[in-house]
């Protein structure tokens, strides 16, 4: 078996880490969040220092319990994507959202990512506390880990 493209293992890096981010993004990396701000908030966010301090706040608003489970990675010199669930704890209660996160790469860097969350509206509203316990009809079971073959 041939070695993960570098890309995959850039994302692996991320998704166990969201506080690296920085190491791995452009400085102009344009994020389209996951609820493209129909909560209020920003539905791009723009720039490295920008991007980190939003996933810093992510992490922030769960209590850092945050865990990104990936299941499935692929990636090229081009774009990559990324499936699994985000799983985190709040005031008793816990969530499992799956998730799909999809990257544009250019020269090695990441220049451009997009946030899906199943639910993100539900997701929001678990981070604030506006709901106490995750909608019980968002139940995956869990895949096997793969990464799949680089792209040519």
Not at 56 to 70: F, P, Q
Not at 80 to 105: E, K, N, Q, Y
Not at 134 to 152: C, E, K, M, Q, Y
Request: charged share 25%; glycine share 8%.
């Amino acid at each position: 078996m041939s070695n993960p493209h570098p890309n995959i293992e850039k994302l692996r890096a991320i998704y166990a880490d969201l506080r690296c981010i920085d190491r791995y993004v452009a400085d102009d990396v344009v994020l389209h969040t996951a609820d493209r701000g129909a909560s209020g908030g920003p539905a791009q966010v723009i720039g490295k220092a920008a991007v980190k301090a939003k996933e810093l706040d992510l992490i922030r608003l769960s209590g850092d319990t945050l865990v990104m489970e990936v299941h499935d990675i692929i990636a090229n010199d081009h774009f990559g994507a990324v499936l699994g669930i985000l799983r985190t704890h709040r005031d008793g209660s816990s969530i499992g959202m799956p998730f799909c996160g999809l990257w544009r790469f250019r020269d090695g860097l990441i220049v451009e990512h997009w946030e899906n969350a199943y639910d993100a509206s539900e997701l929001g509203d678990f981070l604030t506390g506006k709901v106490r316990s995750a909608n019980p009809s968002v139940s995956v079971a869990s895949t096997s880990t793969r990464d799949a073959a680089s792209l040519h």
